[in-house]
């Protein structure tokens, strides 16, 4: 495979700096970000942080930690069924995608270049190497595990024997997670080259491909017969998922798209690292409303009742109205929130960036009340005394 250079990587990213350097606050805003993607993309992180998103099933929470493994976490308590350690080397061992869970077992990507096949008891089923980075998640469709890589490509495994199916190569990185449109046999994947790609899943060979002016970290949704999309060029697109074709395009944000966006109903809802909240119609792309929050917004919100909970890195989980953008409250945590939130019941689980792992239930009032709080770093996750942030 010919990969790109580190020079070549990491130029649209000097190009954006200049560009974002002209407005003092926007730049504050994402230099933890910008820092860590010009790091990453020249090869120089020495361990990886890890903001992984959780999967709840049932009673159980799965998520990767900051400690290097991956848990699965009682979701009345946070206390620990069990925990399984990524087997690469040290400085690599991190998880930033959420676990991808089947009734039989566990897919996890990590960090360490290794694609990890876990039973529902947290043992090992299988390790396959892949030839880069795993950033996003895995996603299970048709018998195949499918994951991208920084070495660029996307990876089709078979679940039952870990054959290689296929694999297709972009032109850079790939930190998404492939989108899988399983009744159309079709996967939307997007790459640092700044294209968006649709693929057949029977065999991986390109439908479409659509370029952007900037590379593209977001996952693709698709929804409704559109693909929604971010970039780092500041341009939310919206593409026609059988052809390509630009169905719209809002440039209202001041800075990139990072996190995937949320697309419920007739609205998307796309968050940016200028810290605000953007709902789009999905039919045209008009601005309905923004919430402007004090940090970039990395992760994707989730809805919860009637509003969106939204993690930022001012450290605030903010509550929002889906109708109108008011804030209904927020909860500060004292820490950067980049991970993408999952909820079930009411109960918000995030991923914090002070190593903890935490359960919020949100009263239907808007009001959050912390259920628990699981410090993955410690001997002793839980601590019963501590007085709650919210």
């Known amino acids: 495979m010919n990969l790109l250079t580190p020079q070549r990587v990491c130029l649209p990213f000097r190009k954006k700096l200049m560009k974002f350097s002209l407005n ?50 009682d979701v009345k308590n946070g206390f620990t069924k069990w925990d399984f350690e990524l087997q690469g080397e040290d400085k690599s061992r991190g998880v930033y995608g959420a676990p991808a869970v089947t009734d039989d077992a566990i897919y996890v990507g990590g960090y360490d270049s290794i694609l990890y096949a876990l039973s529902v008891s947290g043992d090992s089923l299988w390790q396959e190497p892949v030839g880069g980075s795993i950033v996003g998640s ?64 029977a065999d991986g060979s390109m439908m479409w491909e659509f ?6 970290a977001s996952t693709p949704v698709v929804n409704s017969g559109g693909v929604y999309v971010g970039s780092f060029d500041g341009v939310f697109y919206a593409l026609n998922a059988a052809t390509g074709a630009p169905l719209w395009q809002f440039d209202g944000a001041s800075n990139w798209y990072w996190g995937e966006a949320l697309v ?20 045209s792309g008009a601005l309905r409303w923004t919430y402007a ?17 939204v993690p930022s890195d001012d450290g605030g989980l903010h509550l929002v109205r889906m109708a109108d953008g008011r804030e209904v409250s927020s909860c500060s945590m004292g820490t950067e929130l980049r991970s993408s939130l999952v909820q079930q019941d009411g109960v918000v689980f995030l991923n914090a960036n002070d190593g903890s792992i935490r359960a919020l239930r949100i009263k239907s009032s808007g009001n959050p009340d912390e259920e628990w709080v699981h410090f993955a770093n410690e001997d002793k996750p839980i601590d019963a005394g501590r007085p709650p942030d919210c």
């Open 293 to 309: 929050t004090e940090g970039p917004i990395v992760g994707k919100p989730v809805i919860v009742f009637d509003m969106i909970a």
């Open 24 to 73: 003092r606050r926007l730049l504050l805003l994402a230099v933890p970000l910008i820092v860590l993607t010009l790091a990453a993309c020249a090869g120089q992180i020495s361990k990886p942080k890890g903001w992984s998103g959780g999967t709840v099933q049932g009673d159980t929470l799965y998520i990767g930690t900051q400690a290097g493994d991956v848990r699965a976490l």
């Open 138 to 201: 895995p996603v299970v469709a048709d018998g195949a595990v499918l994951v991208g890589a920084t070495d660029g490509v996307l990876y089709a495994i078979n679940i039952e024997d870990r054959a290689e199916l296929w694999t297709f190569a972009t032109g850079s990185r790939v930190w998404s997670s492939p989108a899988v449109d399983v009744g159309n046999g079709v996967v939307y994947l997007t790459s640092f080259d700044q294209k968006i790609y649709a693929l057949k899943l």
């Open 211 to 216: 370029e952007t002016d900037g590379a593209v």
């Open 264 to 283: 419920t109903g007739d609205t998307v809802y796309a968050g940016s690292l200028d810290g605000n909240l953007y709902a789009l119609d999905k039919f």
